[in-house]
């Protein structure tokens, strides 16, 4: 099985998306979606941001690598009544299934950051999106101080080294990075805008029932807890994350938890 597969149909996303969608439909407000226009959701998850596109009145399919949560997704949209949102498997890697030149708008909210071969998932970004379109991403940022990229590093801390040729999908994060790939895919600099944003997650429990939601739920997390047990240092990843959590968590009410992270928006515009 191809290891982003497994790692991301490992667990159960829905449950860490869960705390997501607030944020998600907030985001999708601004990215100029109308009625008819074509959206691609790519590394759509269970739909966090493909399920507000298609109630904006977009024609929307959402591509993900994890069948469990192309299931979800198809759930959600049938039980909100959307026979404008359709959900299906697939690989930024390669759209091979996805014709040139197909969508208005391109979303990849904390998703295609995550597939191998960056630069061969910017040209597939840009082959289907039409000219005059408009690509957006959401990519967490290397080594910034805020939650998913603090997660991030703790859990690679306590997990083996990665294969030989791996690419972190960190690197989505460093605006020359971006820059560059986008470059190979044909987009000018110009056209390519970057803002520092904000993603909320919120959370209906404390902050250390929101890191056993991580611990059982996301597939990083949980291959870093499989790794630390096996090395007797289970107790300390746990420790470590729950300090994290409560560090961060902005809530007055002591039984949730409202935890803000800084994320870098790009928008590539397609000519």
């Known amino acids: 099985m191809n290891p982003n597969k497994a790692l991301w149909e ?3 996303f829905t449950r860490i998306a869960a705390a997501m969608r607030e944020s998600g439909e ?3 407000k ?3 979606v109308t009625p008819g226009m074509k959206v691609l959701d790519l590394g759509c998850g269970d739909g966090t941001t493909a399920l507000p596109a298609a109630q904006l009145g977009a024609d929307v ?3 993900d690598i994890a069948a469990n949560l192309v299931a ?13 949102l359709r959900f299906e498997e697939g690989d930024a890697s390669n759209l091979e299934n996805l014709e040139n030149d197909s969508f208005d708008r391109l979303v990849t909210i904390f998703g295609a950051m995550f597939a191998p071969k960056p630069v061969d998932v910017a040209k597939e970004m840009v082959r289907v999106t039409k000219p005059g379109g408009r690509i957006v991403m959401g990519n967490w940022i290397p080594n910034d101080p805020t939650l998913v990229a603090q997660i991030l590093r703790i859990s690679a801390a306590y997990s083996p080294p990665p294969p030989e040729g791996f690419i972190s999908p960190m690197t989505w994060g460093v605006e020359a990075q971006v820059l560059d790939r986008f470059g190979q895919a044909g987009v000018d600099q110009e056209d390519v805008v970057f803002v520092r944003d904000t993603y909320t997650f919120r959370f209906a429990g ?3 029932e929101f890191v056993d939601n991580f611990r059982r739920f996301y597939g990083p997390t949980m291959n870093a807890f499989d790794a630390a047990a096996k090395n007797g240092r ?7 994350l729950e300090e ?8 007055a009410d002591p039984g949730r938890t409202e935890i803000p992270a800084t994320f870098l928006r790009v928008t590539a515009n397609v000519r």
């Open 234 to 240: 289970e107790d300390e990843l746990r420790k470590e």
């Open 244 to 251: 994290l959590f409560a560090s961060q968590n902005r809530s």
């Open 30 to 32: 601004e990215l100029g």
């Open 26 to 28: 907030s985001l999708v």
């Open 72 to 84: 979800a997704g198809n759930r959600r949209a049938a039980e909100a009544g959307l026979g404008n």
């Open 10 to 12: 490992k667990g159960d």
């Open 206 to 208: 404390t902050p250390v």
């Open 61 to 63: 399919l959402g591509v």
